[in-house]
């Protein structure tokens, strides 16, 4: 939304007082609005949900091992392709450092109806990154390696297999909760029923709906994404991220899933490796509503 759209907001919730405080704090998003299509006819290399991946010619299709799920054999299986991303359509909405060409794709493990979790029990995951050569605004895009629309593989569940989406791109704004309730909370004062109060007008009117996003805060539901990456850092080979700055690459809404328990997913990146289009140790984390 617009910062008029939220300022009338927030006013015809009762916070007026409060819009010079929030409007600091309020961050550029990008949401990426699934358009049903018929037919998978959009052009290689072009931002889409679902349908069949566009990947390097002779690049095997991302799959995760199984060893550490109980009860099922020691076996690998392909991911599920969620979306790409065409850099090109995202730069000129995007505030972070970002890549001017070249395309990124997203990955995610399901197994059963349910998302595929690692040790940490977090979500199986995986972001590719091509690169490329096209300035902003052309449509045939040179990438540095040739692009093949990628059949799906044998072994992926046919409920696995996302249909086709073109995605609508647009400049959003928004702000945290921990932000938002902080600035309604000094100039109002705490109480529970003030409290609540915050936390429905912030999952009513802030958190995007039917849509994924890109940057800004990640959308809470029980966890504070940013803080989960410094523990999962902290406990894990990469203790040097602890005190990295997490930046929410994508927020991907599992709605559309079917799955058990279907929330979000976060795909969060330290900002210095999204400025170098170092796409290795993206983090992936799932909350969902209780």
Same mark, same amino acid.
């Given at each position: ?7 009338r ?6 916070f ?9 704090? $309020? ?12 037919? @998978? ?58 890549? @001017?060409h ?18 940490? +029990?977090?979500?199986?995951? #995986?972001?590719? /990154? ?5 300035? =902003?605004?052309? +449509? ?39 932000? *938002?309730?902080?600035? =309604?909370?000094?100039?109002?004062? /705490? ?8 936390? @429905? ?8 709906? +039917?849509?994924?996003?890109?940057f800004?805060s ?10 989960? #990456? ?17 930046q $929410?690459l994508?927020?991907? @809404? *599992? ?18 490796? *999204? ?7 993206? /983090? ?7």
């Amino acid at each position: 939304m617009t910062r008029q759209e939220l300022r009338r907001i927030v006013e015809e919730n009762g916070f007026k007082a409060c819009w010079p405080e929030i409007e600091i704090w $309020l961050q550029r998003e990008i949401l990426l609005s699934p358009i049903e299509s018929k037919f @998978d006819d959009l052009s290689t290399g072009g931002t889409k949900q679902g349908g069949e991946p566009d990947l390097p010619l002779g690049l095997a299709w991302p799959k995760y091992n199984r060893s550490n799920i109980s009860g099922l054999r020691n076996t690998s299986k392909p991911m599920t392709f969620l979306l790409q991303l065409r850099c090109g359509d995202i730069k000129p909405f995007a505030s972070e450092p970002f890549p @001017d060409h070249g395309l990124l794709s997203f990955f995610v493990a399901i197994e059963q109806n349910m998302l595929a979790r690692d040790a940490n +029990d977090c979500p199986i995951g #995986c972001v590719l /990154y091509v690169s490329g050569s096209t300035p =902003i605004g052309v +449509d045939n895009a040179v990438f540095s390696e040739p692009l093949v629309r990628t059949p799906f593989p044998r072994g992926l569940y046919f409920g696995n297999r996302l249909p086709p989406c073109s995605l609508k791109i647009e400049l959003s704004h928004g702000i945290g909760f921990e932000s *938002l309730n902080e600035v =309604i909370e000094r100039h109002f004062g /705490y109480s529970p029923e003030r409290s609540e109060q915050v936390w @429905d007008f912030y999952n009513r009117e802030i958190i995007p709906a +039917d849509c994924h996003k890109m940057f800004g805060s990640p959308s809470m539901f029980e966890l504070d994404i940013a803080e989960e #990456c410094r523990l999962l850092a902290k406990q894990s080979k990469h203790n040097s991220f602890e005190n990295a700055d997490w930046q $929410l690459l994508l927020e991907y @809404d *599992l709605a559309d899933l079917s799955m058990e328990n279907s929330g979000r997913l976060y795909f969060m990146i330290r900002r210095d490796d *999204l400025a170098t289009c170092d796409f290795d140790d993206v /983090y992936v984390l799932h909350d969902a509503p209780h």
